[in-house]
């Protein structure tokens, strides 16, 4: 199971952590991916980890504004947003992926599980 949360209504400028707890799975031989979904838009993949090869990746989107980060001892994933700007109003999701494969590592098929998302709303 992956169970995300922290989300919320925030200005522009702000920040939010968002956090995603997984249980029922060996949580760090997974690769954990955060995905964020607008209304009438396509899920976009907006960040990965795999604490297994201490990797990370962001799409070109969020550099610099989002960072994820683990903690294997709490099973948890967490992706702090900062400079929360008005486009970044979606729904986020969190899925696991067994390895996601070079060049798609954000592809939302390469996720074989998802949690039940977290709504991000930001007022200008």
């Known amino acids: 199971q992956l169970q995300a949360s922290g989300g919320g209504l925030v200005q522009a400028g702000g920040s939010l952590r968002l956090s995603c707890t997984a249980s029922?799975?060996?949580?760090?031989?997974?690769?954990i991916g955060w995905f964020r979904q607008a209304p009438g838009k396509e899920r976009e993949g907006v960040s990965c980890?795999?604490?297994?090869?201490?990797?990370?990746y962001y799409a070109d989107s969020v550099r610099g504004r989002f960072t994820i980060s683990s903690d294997n001892a709490k099973n948890t994933v967490y992706l702090q947003i900062d400079n929360l700007k008005p486009e970044d109003t979606a729904v986020y999701y969190c899925?696991?992926?067994?390895?996601?494969?070079?060049?798609?590592?954000?592809?939302?098929?390469?996720?074989?599980?998802w949690g039940q998302g977290t709504q991000v709303t930001v007022s200008s």
């Open positions: 980890i795999s604490s297994k090869y201490r990797a990370t």
């Open positions: 029922g799975f060996t949580f760090d031989e997974y690769a």
């Open positions: 899925a696991r992926s067994v390895f996601p494969r070079r060049g798609v590592l954000l592809a939302p098929s390469e996720y074989d599980y």
